[in-house]
């Protein structure tokens, strides 16, 4: 009896052993794809900074806003470059970094769950360029609007870096939020939560939903916040709608089996 005890709990480490041995292997593998997406990113930099300098431009008919940078800092320009590089790699390797987290779950899963993969991975890398793209072109806006806080009294002229920072953080909080219907979605599939209770609790995600998009939301603004968080309530129903369907092709596969 104690050597069947010990047996099972040997085959329970090494199990846990394996897992461990499995996560770090794909945690190497996703920095190496960070590493190779960031040598492109340092050598994107300048079509990238020309990119980002739109919104700016779009404000530059105003005779108090700035179209070109200030710094003040003699390494603030080579330290944004590393930082941007890294950000850009993060990005150009986000499909990897979703295919890499499926795989790493899908062993865990169901064998009709595990057939979700490549959906899982292309919606989600959409889903992120999508939320992305929203934060980049709704920020002339979102800048106008701060900009009309302070009046004519005050000329604008930005640092570099806190203005494409507060850009990327844009995006990767509109990529970030955009991801949501996918987590509603898979939580449906596996059996979680249901679509009966995810309508019932509609009012409450609203509500939900707008405190986290202020939440990490950079700019604070509420253009911003609008331009996240009223997608996010079309992805709540649109996901509520897919687990629908999902579980009645699933109940019709099983009168058939």
Same mark, same amino acid.
Request: net charge positive; with cysteine.
């Given at each position: 009896?104690?050597?069947? =005890?010990?047996?099972?709990?040997?085959?329970?480490?090494?199990?846990?052993?394996?897992?461990?041995?499995?996560?770090?292997?794909?945690?190497?593998?996703?920095?190496?794809?960070? +590493?190779?997406?960031?040598?492109?990113? /340092?050598?994107? %930099?300048?079509?990238? !900074?020309?990119?980002?300098?739109?919104?700016?431009?779009?404000?530059?008919?105003?005779?108090?806003?700035k179209d070109t940078f200030l710094s003040q800092d003699p390494l603030e320009i080579f330290l944004l470059r590393i930082?941007?590089?890294?950000?850009?790699?993060?990005?150009?390797?986000?499909?990897?970094?979703? /295919?890499? !987290?499926?795989?790493?779950?899908?062993?865990? !899963?169901?064998?009709?769950?595990?057939?979700?993969?490549?959906?899982?991975?292309?919606?989600?890398?959409?889903?992120?360029?999508?939320?992305?793209?929203?934060?980049?072109?709704?920020?002339?806006? +979102?800048?106008?609007?701060?900009?009309?806080?302070?009046?004519?009294?005050?000329?604008?002229? %930005?640092?570099?870096?806190?203005?494409?920072?507060?850009?990327?953080?844009?995006?990767?909080?509109?990529?970030?939020?955009?991801?949501?219907?996918? =987590?509603?979605?898979?939580?449906?599939? =596996?059996?979680?939560?249901?679509?009966?209770?995810?309508?019932?609790?509609?009012?409450?995600?609203?509500?939900?939903?707008?405190? =986290?998009?202020?939440?990490?939301?950079?700019s604070a603004d509420p253009i911003s916040l609008f331009a996240l968080a009223l997608p996010m309530c079309v992805f709540?129903?649109?996901?509520?709608?897919?687990?629908? !369907?999902?579980?009645?092709?699933?109940?019709?596969?099983?009168?058939?089996?």
């Amino acid at each position: 009896m104690v050597d069947t =005890v010990a047996s099972a709990d040997l085959d329970s480490r090494m199990s846990l052993m394996e897992h461990l041995i499995e996560l770090r292997t794909r945690i190497i593998r996703c920095a190496i794809a960070v +590493a190779v997406g960031a040598v492109a990113g /340092w050598l994107l %930099y300048f079509p990238v !900074l020309h990119l980002m300098m739109d919104p700016l431009r779009e404000l530059s008919g105003n005779p108090n806003v700035k179209d070109t940078f200030l710094s003040q800092d003699p390494l603030e320009i080579f330290l944004l470059r590393i930082k941007m590089s890294a950000y850009l790699g993060l990005m150009l390797a986000m499909p990897f970094l979703l /295919w890499q !987290l499926w795989r790493f779950i899908a062993p865990g !899963l169901y064998q009709n769950e595990r057939r979700y993969a490549a959906a899982f991975v292309a919606s989600a890398s959409f889903l992120f360029g999508l939320g992305a793209a929203i934060a980049f072109f709704t920020l002339p806006q +979102a800048l106008k609007f701060l900009q009309s806080m302070g009046g004519d009294d005050v000329v604008y002229q %930005y640092s570099a870096q806190k203005y494409l920072m507060l850009i990327v953080y844009m995006m990767i909080a509109f990529g970030i939020g955009f991801e949501f219907p996918i =987590v509603v979605v898979f939580l449906q599939l =596996v059996g979680i939560v249901t679509p009966q209770q995810l309508s019932q609790f509609r009012r409450f995600a609203i509500v939900i939903i707008f405190v =986290v998009a202020a939440v990490i939301t950079p700019s604070a603004d509420p253009i911003s916040l609008f331009a996240l968080a009223l997608p996010m309530c079309v992805f709540y129903e649109v996901s509520i709608l897919i687990g629908r !369907l999902a579980k009645r092709r699933q109940a019709k596969a099983e009168l058939r089996a």
